[in-house]
């Protein structure tokens, strides 16, 4: 093969791993440039499994790869779901879920169903927690309406009870708060968790045929 010709395709295996690694930035160093190494044997192998690399081939392995943004994509998505597995971080579970949002419409509700979990078991533990400073305010109220109907709150202290309120569970409150706050917190990290190794299998890297095994 013309010198030139190898030159071509070598040429675009190197932008293309440039762009990547720049897509990876955020990963930390030598992860990053594994993930790099490793894809640069692939393309190497595919491009040459059925004779010399020519810039022709070089482009159709490219581009069963993907744009090398979308493959960091994967990845980062992929390092961000072993973290949030390995620490079980409220935190990371969320962004994880976050960034499964993005990508389907069932990664949405997961997300709105974690927000309200997360956001509902800290209210009833703050709740409790605040009763004995504010015990004329926080609790679990029914609150009469003008409509002759009524709506339940769980009020955290911040401003006076509308008149003809009724404080549904007392002091029963505090107890009730904690241990069913915590458990709810507890909970919802479980479905977030499992909601998230759901995603890790559906989205986790692959490489188009004989994949590397740190792929798999």
């Known amino acids: 093969m013309a010198e030139p010709e ?3 395709a070598q040429g675009k295996i190197k932008k293309y791993l440039q762009n990547l690694a720049t897509a990876l930035r955020s990963l930390p160093r030598e992860q990053a ?7 640069r044997s692939h393309i190497v192998e595919k491009s040459t499994s059925n004779g ?19 493959l960091a994509s994967l990845y ?27 990508l389907s419409f069932a990664g949405f ?23 004995p400073f504010h015990p004329l305010t926080a ?17 955290l202290g911040f401003g006076a009870v509308p008149p003809g309120s009724l404080d549904l569970l007392g002091w ?15 909970l919802t990290g479980v479905f ?7 995603l890790r299998r559906a989205t986790s890297p692959r490489l188009p045929q004989n994949q590397p095994e740190n792929f798999r």
């Open 6 to 8: 190898i030159e071509i």
């Open 33 to 39: 440039n594994d993930i790099v190494e490793e894809l």
């Open 52 to 70: 010399p690399m020519t810039p022709a081939t070089m482009d159709a392995v490219l581009a069963a790869l993907g744009k090398p943004e979308n």
């Open 76 to 102: 980062l998505t992929d390092d961000l779901q072993v973290r949030a597995l390995a620490s079980r971080s409220p935190l990371l579970i969320l962004r994880t879920l976050f960034r499964w949002a993005s």
């Open 139 to 155: 609790g679990l109220w029914q609150i009469p309406n003008p409509e002759n109907d009524y709506s339940i709150s769980l009020r």
């Open 192 to 198: 977030g968790l499992s909601s998230i190794q759901r």
């Open 172 to 186: 029963w409150i505090v107890p009730i708060g904690i241990i069913g706050g915590i458990g709810l917190f507890l």
């Open 109 to 131: 509700w997961v997300l709105i169903a974690s927000l309200v979990g997360y956001f509902l078991s800290l209210s009833m533990v703050v709740c409790a927690l605040v009763r």
